[in-house]
């Protein structure tokens, strides 16, 4: 009987445990699986100069891919409006061409349905596992292995990266010796000035910034390793909210590794909340939205000023000039 009883034990013992482990390979869940909600994109263009001829706007437009799902429900414009593709990311965006503008204001509004579902390749452990060395990188990804003007792969960023990813061996390791490096070495600080550009070299000067400061050195290290990088940007949704104005955007960056494919990570979520360090290296909650990828953005129509340092709020030139004279809104409410 006795006996019977310590063997019972000895099963439950070991079923918990293989529970626990069965767990403890999981990466910890931080938000729902999905998040269903109505978005709100609304822009006015101000103080059009009288005897302006030519009013040209670019807004990035959402798609759907195996992340999210996206229906437009409504667009209003002043005039016929079309979508584009641009061809080097993949961006969508809506264009509009207002020829000889009658009233000095233009107002825009973009309403979606969008679905959001979390984006999870597993944590370091289980990345790790299936990842000891680089592969070949494909040819379709030659530009992610390339510098952007705010992101250099010589010089001090590749200084850095030999002396944070050189040591480690395989693109998972590589990735999180970066993403470790960054995490501790950085604080989410947008006092002053400078932040919010991307500048990887400035970022690792001053060692604070916003989301794109976060993640710039990230993209430029790994680059400079050799592994492809990108750099996604949208808007974030509140945790514990159903409903509200959203202030602005939200970025975060993935890698590319042959075994796997591309990985996720967000640096400064991951910051800004401690307890999720571990999650946000191989995932990425359902709270956000993408609206676009890269940097150094082209557009289509061809802009008449640069390539755009990342694509998130509307651009407008009139008359062949960038014009920034927009009063924007963005709005969310869940579904």
């Known amino acids: 009987m006795r006996l019977h009883i310590l ?9 918990a445990c293989q529970l626990a482990a069965q767990a403890n390979s999981q990466p910890q869940k931080f938000s729902p699986p999905t998040r269903t ?35 437009i429900l409504a667009i209003k414009a002043p005039v016929k409006t079309r979508i584009m593709q641009e061809p080097e990311y993949g961006n969508r965006m809506m264009y509009a061409e207002i020829q000889n503008p009658a009233a000095s204001t233009q107002e825009f509004s973009l309403q979606y349905k969008i679905t959001r579902r979390e984006y999870s390749r597993g944590d370091y452990a289980q990345l790790e596992r299936t990842d000891h060395k680089a592969g070949v ?70 060692k604070r910034g916003n989301c794109t ?15 492809p990088a990108r750099f996604d940007i949208g808007f974030p949704l509140p945790e514990n909210k159903d409903e509200g104005d959203i202030a602005g955007y939200h970025c975060w960056a993935e890698f590319y ?10 640096i400064s979520e991951a910051w800004k909340a401690k307890e999720k360090q571990v999650y946000f ?3 990425v909650d359902s709270n956000r939205v993408q609206f676009s990828t890269g940097r150094d953005v082209p557009l289509t129509p061809k802009q008449d000023g640069p390539a755009l340092n990342y694509f998130i709020y509307p651009y407008v030139e009139v008359d062949g000039k960038p014009y920034e004279k927009l009063e924007k809104h963005f709005g969310f409410k869940e579904v």
Not at 46 to 66: F, M, N
């Open 7 to 15: 063997s019972s034990l000895l099963l439950l013992s070991f079923s």
């Open 281 to 283: 290296f191989g995932s």
């Open 37 to 71: 909600f109505r978005f709100t994109y609304t822009f006015t263009v101000k103080d059009i100069p009288s005897g302006a001829r030519r009013v040209r706007v670019w807004v990035p437009l959402p798609q759907t891919d195996q992340h999210q799902t996206v229906h």
């Open 257 to 266: 590794a042959s075994k796997t494919g591309w990985i996720p990570v967000d």
């Open 137 to 206: 990188v494909p040819a379709s990804m030659s530009r992610l292995l390339l510098p952007d003007n705010l992101i250099p792969i010589d010089g001090k960023i590749k200084e850095l990266a030999v002396e944070v990813t050189g040591t480690q061996s395989g693109t998972v390791a590589k990735a999180k010796a970066a993403y470790d490096y960054l995490f501790t070495n950085m604080r989410y600080d947008k006092t002053g000035s400078g932040w919010g550009r991307g500048d990887a070299v400035w970022a690792c000067d001053s």
């Open 213 to 227: 400061d976060f993640h710039s050195p990230f993209i430029g290290m790994l680059r400079a390793d050799g592994i």
